[in-house]
């Protein structure tokens, strides 16, 4: 089977390169513990009377509460072409709200790279600005340089342990470089720092 490398926390972690279908045209269902996942299309949970896609832990779409605990994140997300954007600043925004989310939750973005020497050009995942509790709805932005060598970019929602978020008011587009970017670029970004031990 082939896998596609998805990163959060910092590790890497191996997803089946098909995703559960959903019926969520455009959207797919994935993630190191997916099956603890659910996402749908919510036309009463809205923003500006649109309607928004959610995600939620299992037990909470059974209404279990906590009583089964997540072992790992779900995450709605699509993976495009990046022939479009290949030189570009990008910019994925969304206004969520979330609900007991009692782990963490965030928008995140992969640029990836052209072979395994190089899988992550890109990356951010909210992980240092989560989403937690319950909020109401509140714009979030992810923004990355998508490399003229890149090979593909991977976007959408995660959720990490028990809750309920909610996407809507999705924008992918390009910036100026005066945005400036939100995450961290890959190994292309790695040197050498702090030989002399003094940091």
Known sequence: MRTRVFVVLATLVLLPAVARATGLEGWHLAGCDASSYAMDRDSIETYTGKP???????????GLGATEP??????MCQCIDPASYAGKRIRFSGYVKAREVNDWAGLWMRVDGPDSSCPTLAFDNMYARPIKGSKDWA???VVLDVAPQAKGICFGILLHGQGTIWLSGVSFEAVSAAVPTTGARGREELKPTNLDFER
């Open 70 to 75: 997540c072992k790992g994140y779900g995450t």
């Open 139 to 141: 714009r979030y932005d």
């Open 52 to 62: 928004s896609g959610r995600l939620m832990s299992v037990s909470e779409r059974q």
